[in-house]
């Protein structure tokens, strides 16, 4: 059987630590490419880059050829990896490993799950994988884990359009408790922004904010990852809200 | 009764002609803020600024005060906006008149669409308003077509979550055939690169591609659009793929 193409990106950018150690993980599932945003693009979303050329660079990681870095989102990263960098559509797409979590609301803003879901566009079965600290970076348990799914998704597939966004939390192997099936809760940060002044008078804001929690069940992604355990949230970007489809004709919307 | 209280954002940039007209139509209906980005921000998704510090300018347009102008991306303008710029939370934000369709898989690209899910997060009622066209900018009807269901959406309220995404077909207004209540199409671009060299020798590449038509059937967003009609689309950003919850269980994914 030919090797299975497997195509890795992330947000963090190429030389963040997460998509090192998921790199080296994959090693044996197939013919690896690694294509990432040269800086970091965190919280990018589902960015494209539309107005700007894009450009790629190869880079080298520990003295050997690691991957091909774009000037792009991690959106542009799997368009142009797919069309222009490998030499076909990979057999699937692994983004990540993110350092913070991506669970509730967090996952509109992501750009690791954005990459993922740009290869679902694609029609190719994507994961996107993140650890549950902005400042621990220990990733060889989420790459291990990030590994075995893979295997599973080459085998099962995935339904049309739905990617697997795994949060992983943060503590030593030896703390996490399991895996649940979740989905993705509805908690928000409810935004402040930090107001100052710069050292020439004129003012400007940090977006700042604090946690809500805003489920409670035992099937909630960033609540289950607060348990201590792994939390995989099959995602599909089919935003109708067809339940209120019936409701909203009745409103007698007219041409003027 | 307390007029009610409208931000007014776009990604076409506060400079654009769509919120201009978006605005004056606007006027009589509530207290009017502007808060949009300084410079175009298409296809930024739904992008935030974590890294970068954001500042507010005043903006002038035909010799009188218009808005608030933000470097940051549409969601950037909410949240500043809402929090910082406004005497309290809006009772409605509208975003547009975006100069191109946002239908289908290019909703999840679009910085118009996000600016309202921003809203909608936020929990205020939300509008996003496209025209059908890059080129043709005849904003009249869309402007006239925003104001009478901005006045249902502050009567009637939305679902929790929910916004309405409007796309306007870009002919006269006596050719517009109707409005209709759509869903979300799955129809995308083929994606291609042009690949070609600078001045200097060295390689770039050019987004490009061609769309594809993927559903079929009279309640699908760019569809009815193409048949010279209003679609207005209900859309709720809960990602989750339900139904493939139960068979992903089945898949006794392991801790290692």
């Given at each position: 059987m030919k090797k299975p193409l497997i195509l890795i990106t992330n947000?963090?950018?190429?030389?963040?630590p997460g998509i090192y150690s998921l790199t080296q993980a994959m090693q044996g599932l197939g013919e690896i490419f690694v294509v990432a945003p040269l800086v970091e693009k965190s919280a990018v979303g589902h960015a494209i880059t539309l107005s700007d050329p894009l450009r790629v660079l190869e880079v080298n990681r520990e003295g050997k050829f690691f991957g091909y870095a774009v000037n792009g989102t991690p959106a542009d990263c799997v368009k142009l990896g797919s069309k222009c960098?490998?030499?076909?559509?990979?057999d699937l797409i692994v983004s990540g490993i993110n350092q913070g979590p991506n669970t509730a609301t967090n996952v509109i803003y992501s750009g690791t799950v954005s990459a993922a879901a740009e290869g679902t566009i694609m029609g190719i079965p994507s994961i996107a994988v993140s650890i549950a600290?902005?400042?621990?970076?220990?990733f060889a348990f989420a790459a291990k884990f990030s590994c075995q799914l893979a295997e599973l998704v080459l085998k099962n597939g995935l339904p049309e359009r739905t990617l697997l966004n795994v949060n992983v939390p943060a503590v030593p192997e030896n703390e996490i408790e399991g895996v649940v099936i979740t989905r993705q809760g509805k908690g928000r940060y409810e935004e402040a922004f930090d107001k100052r002044v710069d050292p020439n008078g004129r003012t400007y804001y940090w977006l700042t904010g604090k946690r809500m929690i805003l489920d409670n069940g035992n099937d909630i992604d960033d609540l289950v990852v607060m348990q201590n355990k792994v939390s995989v949230t099959p995602i599909k970007?089919?935003?109708?809200?067809?339940?209120f489809i019936e409701e909203l004709k009745k409103w007698n919307i007219k041409m003027e």
């Open positions: 947000d963090d950018g190429i030389y963040a960098i490998l030499p076909r559509n990979p600290s902005f400042t621990k970076s220990e970007y089919d935003l109708t809200n067809y339940s």
